[in-house]
């Protein structure tokens, strides 16, 4: 039997690439639109605001589709908005501000950090089980422990750098905001520390999924609910900081076309993920994050004249390392879940065979009742 090539079978693997291109040209503008002057808070406002509207013919179609409401309970509805301020919120507000002090490689590095750090979250709230003697657990903490070390390093150890530098021009940035004043080129360390408080409050966001989707199951509804309250909690966040009404105009095209194209591709790229995962699974779409730090390093460094450090490129390959470290641990997971269901089923089956030759035996045991009352 010759091997048979399905376009089908690449499918998620070729929508997981164009996502992860997708992802890197976010990077790379972005901080662009944000070097030259626009506010990370106006940004992420922007970004959702035009996501939120972005996904409003997908809200209609699943909600017609699958006849849930777009009512939420009391409950549901705070469930809701604690993970849209910390989520997302809070979570974006800090990734755009470190990307804008850092450097876009240096974003798209320590994002990898996320499943780690939901591994750790989860086995905190006792989601994640420990099993000391397990392969895969070890698996998992020491690619944890590989992970926040590659991070560390890209924050702290430098080293020589590769290419050409180039002096981060001033902005107003809500450090300055709160009169943490650093000197000119001196802002990487806090813009990788913001990026790793960025990647905690995002697995929390993770975490947080759980609960929300027993109150609202349909990921689609909760979803544009989350992007809803995050616009209204970030402009009311935006107001409060930025007290200049100049801060919401976008004067270049650069900064109109950044916002919109982060609304758009927010909303495709949920929908694209939610697809890959509904037919590859959650560790699938990980695998391909690495990949989005790759292209961003490459572009980033040769056409925008970012930094490039020895320090921050062997740290940032040890966050790829213990990410894929921790992904090999939870795939052994998930094939164990899968060999249990497949047990359990098998079980379930030999039972109902069982039951269904038991009064298969008593008809013929009592046929031979008969025939011996009838001798």
């Known amino acids: 039997m010759g091997f048979r090539f399905s376009f089908d079978d690449y499918k998620p693997a070729i929508a ?3 996502l992860q291109c997708i992802f890197a040209a976010l990077a790379i503008f972005s901080r662009a639109a944000l070097v030259q002057g626009m506010s990370p808070r106006i940004f992420v406002f922007y970004r959702n605001a035009i996501a939120t509207l972005a996904m409003a013919p997908a809200i209609f179609l699943s909600s017609k589709k699958s006849g849930n409401r777009l009512s939420i309970s009391l409950r549901g509805f705070f469930v809701i908005s604690v993970t849209a301020l910390v989520g997302v919120t809070a979570n974006q ?3 755009f501000e470190g990307l804008y002090l850092s450097s876009s490689s240096a974003a798209s590095a320590i ?3 996320i499943p780690a750090i939901t591994f750790v979250m989860a086995a905190t709230v006792g989601l994640e089980k420990i099993k ?8 998992k903490i020491v690619g944890t422990v590989v992970c926040v070390g590659g991070a560390a390093s890209m924050a702290l150890i430098k080293g020589p750098k590769l290419l050409n530098a180039q002096i981060l021009p001033k902005n107003i940035t809500l450090l300055n905001m709160l009169g943490v004043v650093q000197p000119e080129g001196d802002t990487w360390f806090l813009g990788c520390v913001l990026l790793f408080v960025s990647s905690c409050f995002w697995a929390f966001w993770i975490i947080m999924l759980v609960p929300v989707s027993k109150h609202c199951p349909d990921p689609v509804i909760s979803g544009t609910w989350m992007l809803f309250i995050a616009t209204i909690l970030n402009g009311i966040f935006t107001v409060l900081v930025d ?3 100049k801060v919401w105009n976008l004067p270049t095209p650069l900064q109109l076309a950044t916002c919109v194209y982060a609304g758009t591709t927010s909303a495709f790229s949920f929908c694209v993920q939610s697809w890959c995962v509904s037919r590859r699974g959650p560790l699938f779409t990980a695998l391909f994050n690495p990949v989005c730090t790759v292209i961003t390093t490459f ?3 040769l056409f925008m004249h970012e930094d490039l450090y020895i320090g921050s490129l062997m740290g940032a ?4 390392i213990g990410l894929y470290i921790v992904l090999w641990g939870k795939a052994k997971d998930v094939e164990d879940m899968k060999r249990q269901r497949a047990e359990a089923q098998d079980a379930i089956i030999d039972d109902s065979e069982k039951d269904l030759e038991q009064p298969l035996l ?3 045991e009592s046929d031979d009742t008969i025939k011996c009352d009838k001798v």
């Open 299 to 301: 572009v980033s460094s």
């Open 16 to 18: 997981m690439i164009g």
């Open 362 to 364: 008593r008809d013929e």
């Open 243 to 245: 007290d200049n009404t």
């Open 132 to 139: 000391a003697r397990s392969w895969r657990t070890v698996a």
């Open 111 to 113: 994002v990898n950090l």
């Open 93 to 95: 507000n800090a990734y």
């Open 317 to 320: 390959i040890a966050v790829i």
